[in-house]
């Protein structure tokens, strides 16, 4: 290809040159915004707390303290949604649950073949928008939004934690 002879003496637009930059000295510098940077109005922030032993197995979580905290919203444990495990979400409005336990389960005589399956079956039978992790290179995970009202997610998550317990 690179010595392909009818690219040979034939001026080009883009190749060779330069690109104008205008974004180049707020990335350099740090001023630049991105996705990360920008907060929704009404927006909640999600915290993750994780044991300090790592390997041990969790008997019981006490969510006293946190429920009489000034501001929490919601507690969700793991005793919330079985066999989804989520990586603690960094700075976005959205978290990557894992749902690869629910691989190859049965719901209502279909197999859940991947996270646009799962997806699927939650959309129809929880009424929950979410986004397969298999369409863009994060297979088992679905992407949930929390960019959003705190009973519409406490409400939505009952109905996605009821959904769960129905697949075999």
Not at 3 to 26: H, I, M, W
Not at 46 to 54: E, I, K
Not at 104 to 125: A, Q, W
């Amino acid at each position: 290809m690179a010595n392909d002879t009818k690219f040979r003496n034939r001026q080009f637009k883009s190749v060779g040159t330069r690109p104008p930059r205008p974004d180049g000295l707020d990335k350099v510098t740090g001023r630049a915004k991105y996705g990360a940077d920008t907060f929704a109005p009404g927006q909640l922030v999600a915290l993750v707390l994780r044991s300090p032993h790592a390997h041990a197995q969790i008997k019981r979580i006490d969510t006293s303290k946190a429920e009489k905290l000034t501001g929490v919203k919601a507690i969700i444990t793991s005793n919330d949604l079985p066999d989804v495990t989520c990586e603690t979400p960094s700075g976005a409005f959205y978290a990557f649950p894992d749902f690869s336990a629910y691989l190859g389960r049965d719901v209502n005589g279909e197999i859940l073949k991947d996270t646009f399956d799962i997806s699927d079956y939650i959309l129809g039978c929880a009424q929950v928008v979410t986004v397969p992790g298999d369409g863009f290179g994060a297979p088992g995970h679905i992407r949930f939004s929390y960019a959003t009202d705190t009973r519409i997610i406490q409400k939505g998550m009952e109905r996605v934690k009821t959904a769960l317990e129905n697949i075999n």
